[in-house]
């Protein structure tokens, strides 16, 4: 086997290795191989990396924005090229299926093809003036350096979501990828480098949250921080950000429920259930990890639930025929098997509930798909697990699933299946969340709509469709008065009088 290669950080259109660099690696979940090893950076490369930012930011604004956008399409097409291979590395780094693997790569060029056209577009508005003369438009601007802070789940797409629509913006960045996946972080800006962005525009830091995303955050010449990941890492950048009153972005968590009314298709239910709560070993943040039943459908959909469940092949993620691979992490399988710890405790345990174990499963992280049968209000219930376990909760009709539904501090996705058109677009109103999907499980994000949630999901700007572009720009408002004389609004002839 080749030796696992070295990578340095990505600054100001070079790869550099600082002297005496401490380094971390990265693991395949499967298996435990080492893939490659990364410098843990230091408040000084930081520094350096925000500094090359800034340095790169004036002339990077002043391309004319469809050219900005011609680099998106270089990079698409590069990704294109290279799918397959990055695919490869996104399952053996990360553990999600290899459809998967080339699913969080597709997201990437999507994205990239969507906001390449946004270099022609970028909105501004033209809003009449309440003088003679006078013309009032708005354009939009870049923030200037921001920072991507991003998790391991999605270590392609989501990193893109925010390079992408920041550089269009005419923004230059510093890029902290989770450690776990910065190998799918370093093809991400390989990618970018080949197509030619010019040194300095985007820039790696790889290295431990704590160092190299406080020192991000705190750098004064940092104006924008967008940042995925969980609650409690968020609500700590937030309130970092508020010191030197950044604007934060954050993509949080979720508790996404399925609502299985008693008219469903159940056997449409039952596929859209799998997909969503056990796809990416539910390691989404869109997973679903409630299914809210109607007690007269209960015991027949559990029934075929079960069935189904039986059926579902864990194992080596590179395999096709795999349903479902590792979790990502030693660090995700302690904390998921913790929960179904609290689960035992506070609920029924209908499968599943434990890590796999003998042959090749002992070499690496795999949890067996677990289904627990629990009332609402317990911690299972409500907490984001983010793990391949579902809590089934048993209610008696619409209103009552509603309410269950909404019944926990986050709100991202959410899903119905019925085939009351009434109920389905009472649900589109009465679901407190940013995603509501009618007969489909509460994954499968595209990248032209907006995407974020509402409550402790975020801050509630939106990412991917036209409104991406909010989160990175600001908006500039301008008023040309060619009356050639001094005109006071609100003072000279008020409206009405
Ligand atoms: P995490 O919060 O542990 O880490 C996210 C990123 O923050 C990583 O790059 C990490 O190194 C960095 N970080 C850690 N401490 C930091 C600090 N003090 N300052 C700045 N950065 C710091 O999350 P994770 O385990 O990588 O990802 C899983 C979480 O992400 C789940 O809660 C999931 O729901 C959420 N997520 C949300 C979305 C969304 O769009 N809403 C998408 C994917 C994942």
Redesign the pocket.
């Known amino acids: 086997m080749a030796p696992a290669p070295d990578f340095g950080l990505f600054i100001e259109g070079k790869w550099v290795t600082p002297p005496n660099a401490t380094r971390f690696t990265t693991s395949n979940p499967a298996n435990g191989q080492v893939l490659a090893s990364f410098v843990a950076a230091t408040p000084r490369e930081v520094d350096a990396a925000v500094r090359a930012a800034e340095t790169a930011f004036p002339k990077w604004r002043s391309l004319p924005a469809p050219q900005r956008g011609e680099v998106l399409l270089r990079a698409s097409a590069l990704f294109r090229e290279r799918k397959e291979r990055i695919a490869r590395v996104v399952t053996q780094e990360m553990g999600k299926v290899i459809a998967e693997g080339r699913g969080d790569v597709q997201e990437a060029i999507d994205f990239l093809e969507y906001m390449a056209g946004e270099g022609r577009r970028m909105f501004g508005e033209t809003v009449p003036s309440e003088l003679r003369s006078k013309f009032c438009l708005t354009v939009r601007q870049p923030k200037g350096v921001v920072a991507c802070?991003?998790?391991?789940?999605?270590p392609t797409a989501?990193p893109n979501w925010k390079i992408a629509a920041a550089l269009v913006c005419g923004n230059t960045v510093v890029f902290?990828?989770?450690?776990s996946t910065s190998l799918c972080a370093v093809e991400v800006v390989k990618v970018y480098e080949d197509a030619g962005l010019p040194p300095g525009v985007l820039n790696l830091v790889t290295g431990a949250?704590?160092a190299v995303?406080?020192a991000l955050?705190d750098d004064p010449r940092v104006r924008a921080v967008s940042?995925?990941?969980?609650?409690e890492?968020g609500r700590?950048?937030y309130l970092r950000g508020a010191q030197s009153l950044k604007a934060v972005h954050l993509?949080?968590?979720?508790k996404n429920p399925m609502i299985v009314l008693d008219d469903a298709n159940l056997p449409l239910a039952l596929d859209g259930l799998l997909f969503g709560a056990f796809g990416t070993s539910g390691q989404r943040?869109t997973a679903t990890s409630r299914l809210i039943l109607h007690e007269k459908v209960y015991d027949t959909f559990l029934g075929m639930l079960d069935r189904a469940v039986a059926k579902l092949k864990v194992g080596d993620p590179l395999d096709p025929s795999t349903d479902i691979g590792p979790v990502a992490s030693a660090d995700q399988e302690k904390k998921i098997l913790r929960y179904i710890e609290v689960g035992k405790a506070e609920a029924k345990l209908r499968t599943g509930g434990e890590k796999l174990t003998g042959g090749a499963y002992d070499a690496g992280f795999f949890i067996a798909p677990t289904v627990f049968e629990t009332r609402h209000g317990t911690r299972i219930s409500k907490e984001?697990i983010?793990g391949p376990v579902l809590s089934v909760i048993r209610v008696r009709d619409y209103d009552e699933a509603v309410r269950v539904a909404n019944d926990v501090d986050y709100g991202?996705s959410s899903s119905i299946y019925t085939s009351d058109v009434n109920l389905a677009f009472r649900a589109m109103q009465d679901l407190e969340c940013g995603i509501t999907y009618v007969n489909a499980p509460t994954i499968g994000a595209e990248v032209q709509l907006p995407?974020g949630?509402i409550k402790s999901?975020?801050t509630g700007g939106r990412e991917a469709g036209s409104v991406a572009i909010e989160e990175f720009t600001e908006i500039k408002t301008v008023f040309v008065d060619f009356s050639n004389r001094l005109q006071k609004a609100q003072i000279d002839a008020p409206v009405g009088e």
Do not use: H
């Open positions: 802070i991003t998790p391991w789940n999605f989501i902290k990828p989770a450690s949250g704590s995303g406080n955050i940042f995925t990941g969980g609650v890492t700590g950048v993509e949080l968590g979720g943040c984001e983010f991202l995407f949630g999901t975020g």
